[in-house]
């Protein structure tokens, strides 16, 4: 597998990453437009002209929790290499550009990403034992926010549901439509994602072929 990835590439890949982090972040002039432009022009979800939809940064991802999904994944990859003489690696580079990656994954303030972060450091403390103290210590910090993240969005979500049923009389006899109705009003993705599993299952049982209904079945 090593073989067949250029860790080059992947460094340099890491390393625009970081450079468009920082474009972004600081909204440094010219560089900023140009490239918050450009990418809202491939990615749906981009709003330059909207400051809180940068505010967690997802790069070149449709959202915050999957650019951390994807930084956790380089930095795995691009651990395969370490150790390995032959492909000239400066290890210190490395390093220095894999906290940057952790650094960003921290400010998507995704729940995944803290838990990759925190595997991360788990993984570098039996790596490198003469920063065993040091990463104790950032692992106990970085395992706090982990556990007090206050995703007061999703809690308003939740009452919203909550207050919307109660005025259905709901408290003895539950409406399955109707649940799903006022899920499907105040978390439109969440509910969608249910449903295509519900209704690939469907499809998966109620065909003659064994993947559902086919290609091109979607819409």
Same mark, same amino acid.
């Given at each position: 597998?090593?073989?067949?990835?250029?860790?080059?590439?992947?460094?340099?890949?890491?390393?625009?990453?970081?450079?468009?982090?920082?474009?972004?972040?600081? +909204?440094?002039?010219?560089?900023?437009?140009?490239?918050?432009?450009?990418?809202?022009?491939?990615?749906?979800?981009?709003?330059?002209?909207?400051?809180?939809?940068?505010?967690?940064?997802?790069?070149?991802?449709?959202?915050?929790?999957?650019?951390?999904?994807?930084?956790?994944?380089?930095?795995?990859?691009?651990?395969?290499? +370490?150790?390995? +003489?032959?492909?000239?690696?400066?290890?210190?580079?490395?390093?220095?550009?894999?906290?940057?990656?952790?650094?960003?994954?921290?400010?998507?303030?995704?729940?995944?990403?803290?838990?990759?972060?925190?595997?991360?450091?788990?993984?570098?403390?039996?790596?490198?034992?003469?920063?065993?103290?040091?990463?104790?210590?950032?692992?106990?910090?970085?395992?706090?926010?982990?556990?007090?993240?206050?995703?007061?969005?999703?809690?308003?979500?939740?009452?919203?549901?909550?207050?919307?049923?109660?005025?259905?009389?709901?408290?003895?006899?539950?409406?399955?439509?109707?649940?799903?109705?006022?899920?499907?009003?105040?978390?439109?993705?969440?509910?969608?994602?249910?449903?295509?599993?519900?209704?690939?299952?469907?499809?998966?049982?109620?065909?003659?072929?064994?993947?559902?209904?086919?290609?091109?079945?979607?819409?």
């Amino acid at each position: 597998i090593l073989k067949n990835i250029n860790i080059k590439f992947l460094y340099y890949l890491s390393l625009f990453l970081v450079i468009l982090y920082i474009l972004l972040k600081f +909204k440094i002039p010219i560089l900023f437009d140009l490239s918050c432009n450009f990418l809202e022009f491939f990615i749906a979800r981009y709003d330059c002209s909207n400051s809180d939809n940068l505010k967690n940064p997802f790069l070149i991802t449709p959202e915050p929790s999957y650019l951390s999904l994807f930084l956790g994944f380089l930095i795995l990859v691009m651990n395969l290499f +370490k150790g390995k +003489k032959s492909y000239k690696i400066n290890l210190k580079k490395l390093l220095i550009l894999e906290f940057f990656l952790i650094f960003i994954i921290f400010e998507t303030h995704s729940r995944i990403g803290f838990a990759i972060i925190l595997i991360l450091f788990l993984n570098y403390l039996f790596l490198y034992k003469n920063f065993k103290y040091i990463l104790a210590i950032l692992t106990i910090i970085f395992s706090t926010f982990f556990f007090k993240v206050d995703d007061s969005r999703t809690i308003g979500r939740i009452i919203q549901i909550k207050d919307s049923l109660e005025n259905y009389n709901l408290s003895k006899n539950i409406n399955l439509k109707v649940f799903i109705k006022e899920i499907n009003v105040h978390e439109p993705t969440g509910a969608i994602r249910l449903l295509h599993n519900v209704l690939s299952t469907y499809g998966f049982y109620n065909s003659d072929i064994i993947f559902g209904h086919g290609p091109g079945s979607y819409s």
